[in-house]
């Protein structure tokens, strides 16, 4: 029957006619929350590789990792074709002479055809989002937000550095500029009511951003989000709770708005909790089964 949301996986396999792949890289980034310019203890659940999920080390250069990266995929699932994606820690938090370097450094690969940039909304500026809009001429070009919540007292408890006006500037500067399309990241279970929750899916929904990427909190090993489970001051959504949550979370949303994640296979080396989260294709069946059991889709809910 296909999957009941729109995810982003199959959008790319029509547009570019095979399954495109992303390639994670690490370019040495830092972070204005970590480096002290904002704060130097970061948001409470990101832990010292920045949210990087790959093992590529940044001393190797970006067309090495980007090669790589490339044979992996391809000994491993056929992959012809690929995504450059930019993921560890502010991704556009250098001057705009070193960004353009590496960037078109990301894309010296033949089978490279995408572009993906993951930052904070408080790292952007008309010269960069310049910069990146040049190369949606001859790359799927995208910006991956951090919103994570449109709740200022969430954004503060989390210790983001930002505030939900941030983000919405950058998000209306980024619109201003044709050709790059704009994925925004939230996550469920931040110290919200059920009805906060549902109150940032339909101020995304108002929004219409091209994707959406959602994630579970979770506690990986060194975070203060860590300190305080140990501590029990918080409590993770069980898997079924968390399905049911998501499935929510996406009938509000447009329907044209791509899905970029739902379930992560989770560092299981540095996870403490939910230990469920470590099962990606489990989560994903329950979410496909609750939506047929619900008789629903994304974006059943969208203008209601």
Same mark, same amino acid.
């Given at each position: 029957m296909g999957k009941r949301y729109n995810a982003f996986s199959e959008?790319?396999?029509? +547009?570019?006619?095979? +399954?495109?792949?992303?390639?994670? %890289? $690490?370019?040495?980034? *830092?972070?204005?929350?970590?480096?002290?310019t904002i704060s130097s203890s970061g948001c409470i659940f990101c832990d010292d590789g920045g949210s990087f999920s790959q093992a590529h080390s940044n001393k190797l250069t970006i067309e090495e990792q980007v090669e790589i990266g490339a044979e992996t995929l391809r000994n491993r699932f056929k992959a012809q074709k690929f995504m450059s994606y930019f993921q560890a820690f502010s991704n556009t938090y250098k001057p705009l002479g070193e960004?353009? +370097?590496i960037y078109s *450094?990301?894309?010296?690969?033949? $089978?490279?055809?995408g572009l993906s940039i993951g930052t904070r909304p408080d790292c952007i500026d008309n010269e960069k989002l310049k910069l990146i809009q040049s190369y949606s001429k001859d790359y799927y070009t995208w910006i991956e937000y951090g919103l994570q919540s449109i709740h200022d007292k969430t954004l503060l408890?989390?210790?983001?550095?930002?505030?939900?006006?941030?983000?919405l500037d950058a998000y209306e500067k980024t619109r201003n500029y044709s050709g790059i399309n704009v994925c925004l990241h939230i996550i469920l279970n931040l110290f919200e009511t059920y009805e906060e929750m549902m109150q940032t899916a339909k101020k995304i929904a108002e929004l219409r951003p091209d994707g959406v990427k959602i994630h579970m909190l979770c506690a990986l090993e060194g975070?203060? %989000?860590?300190? %305080?489970?140990?501590?029990?001051?918080?409590?993770?959504? $069980?898997?079924n709770e968390y399905v049911s949550t998501v499935c929510d979370f996406l009938e509000y949303l447009p329907p044209e708005t791509t899905i970029h994640r739902l379930a992560g296979n989770g560092l299981k080396s540095e996870l403490i909790a939910p230990r469920w989260i470590g099962k990606k294709l489990d989560t994903l069946n329950k979410i496909d089964r609750e939506f047929i059991k619900r008789n629903t889709m994304q974006g059943s809910k969208y203008l209601l």
């Open positions: 959008h790319l396999k029509q +547009k570019f006619g095979t +399954k495109v792949y992303k390639i994670t %890289l $690490d370019a040495g980034f *830092s972070c204005p929350n970590r480096d002290g960004l353009e +370097k *450094s990301a894309l010296n690969h033949p $089978d490279v055809v408890k989390i210790n983001r550095g930002h505030d939900y006006a941030c983000f975070t203060k %989000l860590a300190d %305080l489970y140990k501590n029990n001051e918080l409590a993770f959504m $069980d898997e």
